[in-house]
């Protein structure tokens, strides 16, 4: 999800369209997030490690 988040961001930077570049953001901070969430321990959606 991170990668395809820095993926969206690249390509909505580089052709100006804000939405994609909104949607990267996003992607980003939800997959930061869980991994966050997946590193200390915490379940997340039912399993014990996010990745």
């Known amino acids: 999800?991170?990668?395809l988040g820095i993926v969206l961001?690249?390509?909505?930077?580089?052709?100006g369209i804000s939405?994609?570049?909104?949607?990267g953001i996003v992607l980003v901070l939800i997959g930061a997030v869980l991994w966050i969430m997946g590193a200390a321990g915490h379940a997340?959606?039912?399993?014990?490690?996010?990745?």
């Not at 961001?9 to 052709?15: Q, R």
């Not at 997340?44 to 990745?51: A, D, E, L, P």
Request: glycine share 14%; net charge positive.
């Open 1 to 3: 999800m991170i990668l």
């Open 9 to 15: 961001l690249i390509i909505g930077f580089v052709t």
């Open 19 to 23: 939405i994609l570049w909104t949607i």
């Open 44 to 51: 997340v959606g039912g399993r014990n490690h996010y990745w």
